[in-house]
């Protein structure tokens, strides 16, 4: 038996504001790495304070068996939110450990490969986006607010804006198929998201139009609304966007009420893509049901680690739904989302920040995820086939916790 001896987790707000890492280590010396994103705070302390004291001591290759107790028992009270994205950050190290315990990537363990590379799309945030703010900068960490960017390599945020058909031509070189912005987010937040003026609503079409005119159909573009906008509003948006004949929206209106997401995906008669909001398998199942997206997008370090993941993957298949795969939000998030692809069919697109992965995942992770060509390779090495930055881990930094 591989025991579990030791928990770590850090906060490195200095890189990633809202980033968690966390290392689970045995007492063989493998050691396994994990991650979520938002409250990192609460998230460790639901992994020091209970989490741990299912695993401490427990046998480290026992995935399933740890993922159902901690998954049942935080379903007792409530669930979403904190819990789920403690347990996926658990469950992403105990896989790493369950992979390099057997020699083989955690894609192969997954069942894979059934494909050689991934194709990914581009999210247009720059260097700021979700990252630590520069001085003097005021970073919100919410689309639409705080520092969005300014002209420059890699300034994909303020380029999707200011020089979107500029940026269609360098991705399209790159050979890059799918670009993903939110030219309408800082209208709703201006009234709530109830409307959308006709003046607004011609501003955030501008940059969309420039990259037809610029690239034509080279590039498939998704729209994202963060969740942003009413019904009406959400309607008009989706009448104007037909011109542009976009590969999805996603996330145009709230997710609290899927019949009202189903019916504005019927009246628009639009793609629609839904959501790493979702983090409850049965969720993303009531999507499904009520038929109210053309893409099932989650997020593998909110919605349950690599076991309920593969689970969600499953169900999609079954209504011959694909799946896209969330990631703005951490290195091993996009590491998860490549070894899950790598393994299922039904995965469609992989989404990546180029601007995180050349700007500053080098400080988190080595090695980086190698993408060529809008391709992602299969990552290599056993596990998760990366480490977190050790020097990371140090006690009096980064709000460093460590459980024995």
């Not at 689309?143 to 303020?158: C, F, K, M, R, T």
């Not at 005119?213 to 498939?220: C, D, L, S, T």
Request: aromatic share 8%.
């Amino acid at each position: 038996m591989s025991k579990i001896t030791a928990i770590e987790t850090i906060h490195p707000s200095e890189i990633m504001p809202n980033l968690m890492l966390l290392r689970i280590h045995t007492d063989d010396g493998v050691i396994g790495h994990g991650e979520t994103y938002f409250t990192p705070e609460a998230i460790a302390a639901l992994i020091h304070d209970w989490m741990a004291r299912r695993l401490i001591g427990a046998d480290a290759l026992a995935v399933e068996s740890h993922w159902r107790f901690l998954y049942e028992r935080s379903r007792s009270f409530g669930q979403p939110g904190a819990e789920m994205r403690a347990l996926s950050a658990v469950d992403l190290a105990l896989w790493d450990i369950l992979g390099q315990t057997c020699g083989q990537p955690v894609w192969r363990l997954l069942g894979g490969p059934v494909r050689e590379t991934i194709r990914i799309y581009n999210t247009c945030g720059g260097p700021s986006y979700g990252a630590a703010a520069k001085e003097g900068k005021e970073n919100l960490d919410w689309p639409g607010y705080g520092d969005g960017g300014e002209a420059g390599p890699l300034q994909d945020n303020w380029a999707s804006f200011h020089a979107a058909g500029d940026l269609a031509e360098e991705l399209v070189s790159e050979g890059i198929e799918g670009m993903k912005l939110w030219p309408f987010d800082r209208f709703a937040h201006a009234n709530g998201g109830h409307q959308i003026s006709w003046e607004d609503l011609e501003t955030g079409m501008k940059p969309l139009r420039e990259i037809r005119e610029r690239v034509g159909m080279k590039i498939e573009i998704m729209v994202e609304g963060h969740a942003f906008f009413h019904l009406p509003a959400a309607l008009r948006l989706a009448d104007a966007l037909r011109e542009i004949k976009p590969c999805w929206l996603e996330d145009i209106m709230p997710l609290d009420n899927l019949d009202t997401v189903a019916d504005f995906r019927r009246r628009s008669r639009m793609p629609i893509a839904a959501s790493e909001m979702l983090l409850t398998r049965d969720s993303f199942l009531q999507l499904l049901q009520k038929q109210a997206a053309d893409y099932v997008m989650f997020d593998p370090t909110w919605c349950g680690g690599f076991s309920e993941s593969r689970r969600i993957l499953q169900l999609a298949e079954t209504f011959n739904v694909p799946a896209t795969i969330h990631d703005c939000t951490g290195p091993l998030t996009l590491l998860a989302g490549l070894h899950l692809a790598a393994s299922h069919s039904g995965v469609a697109w992989q989404e990546t920040v180029r601007a995180h992965i050349r700007s500053f995942y080098e400080k988190l992770i080595d090695p980086l995820p190698v993408i060529r060509n809008g391709r992602a390779s299969l990552p290599e090495g056993t596990g998760l086939g990366v480490t977190v930055n050790p020097e990371l881990f140090q006690p009096g930094k980064h709000e460093y916790r460590r459980t024995e």
